[in-house]
């Protein structure tokens, strides 16, 4: 057992930071320029996003390396710093959290389908090895593979971890509601497959983010534990559901309107909840605050 795995022995539900892209593109971060590169040249802007969210009282940070598989890496030609953008990525984010928040190294999705044979299963394993070991090695305490919607994927992630890392895992999947009322991925996946994929492939947490905001995510938890009463759900919901506003994407859902559904979401069985998408500092600091009272 892991030091996530540890603390949820506690019985404490944790809380998550949120989002990251934004606040990077409110820095600066142009539309066509590496996320991750960020962590060798604007360390201090990486820095100061993620000490903003322990500051706001989270228990667990993430990373900013959720496109830094060398598979998407290759598209700005640094596939090659695989590594070291991972292992800078979590020393990033330790430093920030001290000994104050526990870190989860983040991986997201290659942005090419396994399903559809756009790459090998052999080639996404290697670049998710790589991928693990940067972030171990920079001394992430957890690994969060996130946003996914190809289980097949997913699966090979998860395999990948377990083999480069003795690190906790948790897997979350990204569903929306089709007009059946069932909640599925893109890729046609519903919560009951997603699940036996995760947990066959060893996950040790497993959940959802974005896509949905914290009452969508009441309802994908309660489905989850009819399903499983017992494996630690974490979810990272988007602050309401996005409109367009002015050209703009806007996120509606305010700081205390996301922090009063947080009762609700722990209720349904969340053992670890933060944010996703238009999620900020405020928003986690008073989902910090409904939580203490509750408890």
């Excluded at 949820?8 to 930071?17: E, F, N, R």
């Excluded at 596939?79 to 997201?108: C, F, P, W, Y």
């Excluded at 090895?129 to 305490?141: P, R, V």
Aim: proline share 3%.
């Amino acid at each position: 057992m892991g030091k996530i795995l540890d603390k949820l022995a506690t019985g404490k539900v944790l809380v998550s930071d949120g989002a990251w892209g934004t606040f990077l593109h409110q820095k600066g971060l142009k539309a066509d320029e590496c996320p991750e590169l960020w962590n060798m040249h604007r360390s201090d802007d990486v820095l100061q996003i993620a000490s903003s969210y322990v500051e706001a009282g989270a228990d667990i940070i993430l990373t900013n390396s959720f496109g830094a598989s060398p598979i998407k890496l290759e598209g700005y030609g640094l596939e090659e710093q695989t590594q070291v953008l991972n292992r800078r990525a979590a020393e990033i984010s330790k430093q920030a959290a001290a000994d104050r928040a526990l870190v989860m190294g983040s991986i997201g999705p290659t942005g090419k389908m396994v399903m559809m044979g756009e790459v090998s299963p052999q080639e996404v394993f290697k670049g998710f090895i790589e991928q693990t070991m940067g972030l171990a090695d920079g001394g992430a305490d957890g690994i969060v593979i996130e946003t996914m919607t190809d289980p097949e994927e997913a699966r090979i992630a998860i395999e990948a971890v377990k083999k480069a890392s003795e690190l906790d895992v948790a897997c979350t999947f990204t569903f929306s509601k089709n007009q059946d009322g069932i909640y599925r991925t893109m890729m046609g996946t519903d919560v009951e497959a997603y699940l036996e994929m995760a947990k066959l492939a060893g996950a040790d947490i497993i959940g959802a983010n974005c896509g949905n905001g914290t009452a969508g995510m009441i309802e994908i938890v309660r489905e989850i534990r009819t399903l499983d009463p017992d494996i630690p759900v974490l979810v990272h919901a988007n602050a309401g559901l996005p409109i367009y506003q002015d050209g703009l994407t806007v996120f509606p859902e305010s700081a205390s309107e996301m922090a009063s559904q947080m009762g609700e979401l722990v209720a349904a069985g969340a053992n670890i909840v933060g944010g996703c998408c238009g999620t900020t500092p405020e928003h986690i600091r008073q989902i910090v605050q409904v939580l203490s009272n509750l408890t």
